[in-house]
């Protein structure tokens, strides 16, 4: 026989709901579950993409991780952009989404796409511009993200260009 599910914002502590005498724990002493139809879309954007944010300040209390979802609507690319100070990590769940951003280490920038099967892993380096694209043209494209800030750091770009190492 299996454990029921939990309910949102439950926990594994059973002990600690709301009770006259004892209050809720507060957000960090407790283990959080966030259910996949209770993304929070209230999160910093970039055209051609839809974020979801799952595990984030305002969601869960965290401090230094933001974690949700992303997804690129068929034949659609996002505008250019980068994430700041923030490391990206991102998981490809479905589609076939390509990762663009230009290699500026040879004599001339290059323009690199790294095409991408549900799987496999990209990982973007704090303040790297880059776009995602999707190509095909009748399936969206889902990818997780992790990144080491509490929020979704989103700087749009008006193209995709090299930074100064500094950032700046």
Do not use: C
Request: no cysteine; net charge negative; aromatic share 6%.
């Amino acid at each position: 026989m299996s454990e029921p599910l939990t309910t949102p914002g439950e926990g594994f502590h059973p002990h600690l709901h709301e009770t006259p005498d004892h209050s809720a724990a507060p957000l960090s002493t407790r283990l959080h579950h966030i259910r996949a139809d209770s993304l929070d879309g209230d999160t910093a954007q970039t055209g051609g993409m839809r974020r979801f944010a799952a595990v984030s300040g305002k969601t869960v209390g965290s401090e230094k991780l933001w974690m949700g979802q992303t997804h690129v609507a068929p034949a659609t690319a996002s505008s250019d952009h980068h994430h700041g100070e923030s490391e990206t990590a991102i998981y490809v769940v479905s589609g076939h989404p390509e990762f663009v951003f230009l290699d500026d280490s040879g004599p001339e920038p290059e323009e690199v796409r790294l095409r991408t099967s549900p799987g496999d892993y990209i990982f973007v380096p704090p303040f790297v511009p880059h776009r995602e694209e999707n190509p095909d043209p009748g399936d969206e494209a889902v990818v997780v993200i992790a990144r080491s800030t509490q929020e979704a750091i989103v700087v749009n770009l008006p193209g995709l260009y090299a930074l100064p190492a500094d950032g700046g």
